[in-house]
């Protein structure tokens, strides 16, 4: 299947504990490396997505409003 230019589509198993694997090409697409965080939607019609991570803020605040990822360090010192 040929897809549209920056468009790609994987398929990946879940295992036994919700677990899969972002495959390889996605993740160094994505520039994602163990220890990383990321952030993962959910949407009951259009279903999960995985937005880039130098986008997590913006969607973080897009959707609980202004956070400041440093809050919950001020919190605990």
Do not use: C
């Not at 036994?16 to 390889?24: A, L, R, S, T, Y």
């Not at 160094?28 to 163990?34: N, Q, S, Y």
């Not at 279903?47 to 202004?66: C, H, L, R, T, V």
């Amino acid at each position: 299947m040929n897809m549209p230019k920056g468009k790609n589509a994987w398929t990946v198993k879940i295992g036994e504990k919700g677990q899969f694997v972002i495959p390889k090409e996605a993740r160094e697409m994505f520039d994602i490396h163990p220890g990383d965080t990321i952030l993962v939607l959910g949407d009951v019609q259009k279903g999960i997505a995985i937005p880039p991570k130098d986008m997590m803020n913006k969607y973080i605040s897009m959707i609980f409003g202004e956070i400041s990822m440093g809050e919950e360090d001020d919190k605990n010192e």
